[in-house]
């Protein structure tokens, strides 16, 4: 009877041990999407080329306020994000009204458009950020 009780007590250790780290793995993963500056990568399977630093698509998220900014080409943006394991939405989105060149605010446009559409996300072994419309990639950044 005690090396059953001892083996049911041992089992639930290594179980409860395994599940939490299972936990903490998924936690420190998603958390590991938040508070970094985002560089945007590829739109669709178009690569970005920038002309200048100051044009850099970028995207930051805060886990705490569920708030999301960045800089969209020619405007800042900014708006709320919601998420739940691998999905993520945005919601509630607006900018700064800036003019810029017709390229650069088709552009904007173009990734603005992108960003309403995506349902999840997936972080790569290779650090980049896809954010996904199902399983279309809509977007890439790099830290």
């Known amino acids: 009877m005690k090396k059953m009780l001892m083996l049911a007590c041992v089992s639930f250790l290594l179980f409860s041990c395994g599940a939490k780290k ?28 920038y002309e200048q630093e100051n044009e850099t698509i970028t995207l930051l998220m805060n886990l705490e306020s569920n708030n999301v900014s960045g800089f969209s ?3 800042r943006y900014f708006g709320k ?3 739940k394991k691998e999905e993520l ?3 509630n989105m607006a900018s700064t009204m800036m ?11 173009q990734y603005l458009q992108q960003l309403d559409k995506v349902n999840n996300y997936v972080l790569t072994e290779t650090g980049e950020l ?4 199902d399983d279309k990639v809509l977007l890439i950044f790099v830290r």
């Open 22 to 49: 299972e936990l903490v793995k998924d936690i420190a993963e998603e958390e590991s999407i938040f508070s970094v500056e985002w560089k945007l990568k590829k739109m669709g399977t178009k690569q970005m080329k």
């Open 73 to 75: 080409a020619c405007n």
């Open 81 to 83: 994000f919601s998420t």
């Open 89 to 91: 939405k945005f919601g």
């Open 99 to 109: 003019a810029c060149p017709d390229k650069t605010m088709a552009l904007e446009r």
């Open 130 to 133: 896809q954010l996904r419309n």
